[in-house]
């Protein structure tokens, strides 16, 4: 059985629990731990968990009998807890993004490899049928060679969304839309073409006075015989996110095109209702499919 602590006890806790209490048989949340011990013991009521509250985390690891910690804090924090966590022998799951810096990132590694722990950044997007399909397409040849990536990380944040005290500040959150919502569109551009030989790109605050860092960013992204383009945004209403890949078969003049499907996410009655204390979205149906279209015709895989 594996023993679960978690660190941080606000809306994306929520989210651990229930996968941990989805897997009963192999994972049990032995602590909640938060600044403000009030929010974990409701945390704690609110899932009906038989655990122990915390309100330091230094105190949960000396005393032992913990396996797992899921690190569900601000993202200022994501390092330091997760090397003590290391260092105390315990294996991390740590919520994007990994840290505020590449420093940072890098003082993460080096504590996870010195204590033989794993490491481990939510990056689910990865495992999504639709994400793992074309990451099949891609590496099979089928489709041909990549020559231009597209890729739409549109989403919509009202100036209320930044009410909360450590968003939209380059010390506490560590960036924007790029770091913090784009994530993991970049993460899955980057599993299925892997790294680029470079990056050039812009970045702007155009539509929230009330934040210090960028709303906005473009990315172009440089390839051996390919190009690539990441839009970051939170001041795009619709919120359609889509990644795009035209393709070119070998010793064929013929071009196609990869493509999930768009996916257009609203905001849910919750955060509509209560902005500042939740960032739940509810995607709209789509077709989970991918579609090769050349030549005026398509062939879905």
Not at 132 to 144: E, I, Q, R, Y
Not at 226 to 232: G, P, V
Request: net charge positive.
């Amino acid at each position: 059985m594996i023993r679960v602590a978690i660190i941080g006890s606000g809306a994306i806790s929520s989210s651990h629990i229930e996968a941990y209490q989805s897997f009963g048989e192999r994972c049990e949340i032995v602590a909640l731990c938060d600044l403000r011990r009030d929010i974990a013991e409701r945390k704690r009521q609110r899932h009906r968990l038989d655990c122990a509250v915390s309100d330091d985390y230094r105190e949960l690891l000396a005393r032992g009998g913990i396996d797992l910690v899921s690190v569900c804090t601000p993202p200022y924090t994501h390092a330091q807890i997760a090397i003590d966590a290391l260092n105390a022998g315990v294996h991390v799951i740590v919520e994007k993004p990994m840290a505020s810096s590449l420093a940072e990132c890098d003082r993460m590694n080096a504590a996870a490899d010195a204590a033989g722990r794993i490491l481990s950044v939510i990056s689910q997007n990865r495992f999504g049928n639709e994400i793992t399909k074309l990451k099949h397409v891609l590496d099979s040849g089928l489709a041909g060679r990549i020559v231009h990536a597209q890729v739409d990380s549109f989403w919509w944040r009202g100036y209320v969304y930044y009410d909360l005290w450590w968003r939209g500040t380059w010390d506490k959150e560590g960036g924007g839309c790029t770091l913090n919502h784009a994530v993991h569109h970049i993460d899955m551009l980057q599993w299925l073409m892997g790294m680029p030989d470079k990056v050039t790109a812009a970045m702007s605050n155009t539509a929230h006075d009330n934040a210090e860092v960028e709303d906005l960013s473009i990315a172009i992204l440089s390839y051996p015989r390919a190009l690539a383009q990441i839009t970051s945004s939170v001041v795009h209403h619709g919120q359609e996110q889509q990644l795009i890949f035209k393709v070119r078969r070998p010793g064929s003049p013929c071009r196609g095109r990869l493509r999930l499907p768009r996916r257009r996410r609203t905001a849910s009655r919750k955060r509509t209702e209560n902005w500042s204390n939740s960032c739940s979205v509810r995607p709209m149906r789509c077709s989970p499919c991918l579609m090769w279209v050349t030549k005026g015709r398509s062939t879905t895989y």
